[in-house]
Nanobody, 125 residues
Framework: QVQVVESGGGLVQPGGSLRLSCAAS????????MRWYRQPPGKERVLVAT???????NYADSVKGRFTISRDNAKNTAVLQMNSLKPEDTAVYYC???????????????????WGQGTLVTVSS
């Protein structure tokens, strides 16, 4: 069983910053990409940022230059630092991991996905 837990959401004024954290625990041999998605009210969930196990990153155009994703492989954690927040950043933010449950699945390149429950970020004055 794998659990993914996000934290750090809340209410912030436009131009402010928030730091979201993601912690994965359970039967995990290795995590490959860790991703942050967001789902604005009444809209679909979209990918915001990705970080590979090697530290490579990718961002949605809407957050480039404002958001930074990082991770600690030893602790199975990821952080999304969000600066210069805008009202359109308001959404529920979800952490998603792609992982290998054990060494056998790693050898076979068999991955599983797990999601957190989400944390609400509201940007408003």
């Amino acid at each position: 069983q794998v659990q993914v837990v996000e934290s750090g959401g809340g209410l912030v004024q436009p131009g402010g910053s928030l730091r979201l954290s993601c912690a994965a625990s359970g039967t995990i041999f290795r995590i490959d990409p860790m991703r942050w998605y967001r789902q604005p009210p009444g809209k679909e969930r979209v990918l915001v940022a990705t970080i590979t196990s090697g530290g490579g990153t990718n961002y949605a155009d809407s957050v480039k230059g404002r958001f930074t994703i990082s991770r600690d492989n030893a602790k199975n954690t990821a952080v999304l630092q969000m600066n210069s927040l805008k009202p359109e950043d308001t959404a529920v933010y979800y952490c998603q991991i792609t992982y290998y449950a054990n060494s056998y699945s790693y050898i076979l390149h068999t991955t599983l996905d797990a999601w957190g429950q989400g944390t609400l970020v509201t940007v408003s004055s």
